[in-house]
Nanobody, 121 residues
Framework: QVQLVESGGGLVQAGGSLRLSCAAS????????MAWYRQAPGKQRELVAS???????NYADSVKGRFTISRDTPKNTVFLQMDSLKPVDTAVYYC???????????????WGQGTQVTVSS
């Protein structure tokens, strides 16, 4: 079974930077795409950034120019570099990966447990 382990969350002042990591581990598997979501108090969970196998990326309008998603494919790891952080970026950030674990089973989404990011004024 595949597990996603997130790290890098914490407290940072406005204007600062933080880098999140998410590593997939388990038995034999292949990852099709990876993404970061976030959910702030009183708000719906939203897609922050995603990256596909061909390297194409997508970003929420609110983070364009400030956040960068990247991927280390051999290490099954995705990163989210967050620069120029604002208090509105405060949220729990969740790693997501679309993964195939068997040739006879359709790939499905796996989720990390979430990591708290808090940006102070």
């Amino acid at each position: 079974q595949v597990q996603l382990v997130e790290s890098g969350g914490g407290l940072v002042q406005a204007g600062g930077s933080l880098r999140l990591s998410c590593a997939a581990s388990g038995s034999s598997f292949s990852i099709n795409a990876m993404a970061w979501y976030r959910q702030a108090p009183g708000k719906q969970r939203e897609l922050v950034a995603s990256i596909s196998n061909d390297g194409s990326t997508n970003y929420a309008d609110s983070v364009k120019g400030r956040f960068t998603i990247s991927r280390d494919t051999p290490k099954n790891t995705v990163f989210l570099q967050m620069d120029s952080l604002k208090p509105v970026d405060t949220a729990v950030y969740y790693c997501n990966a679309n993964i195939r674990v068997s040739i006879n089973v359709r790939p499905r989404d796996y989720w990390g447990q979430g990591t708290q990011v808090t940006v102070s004024s």
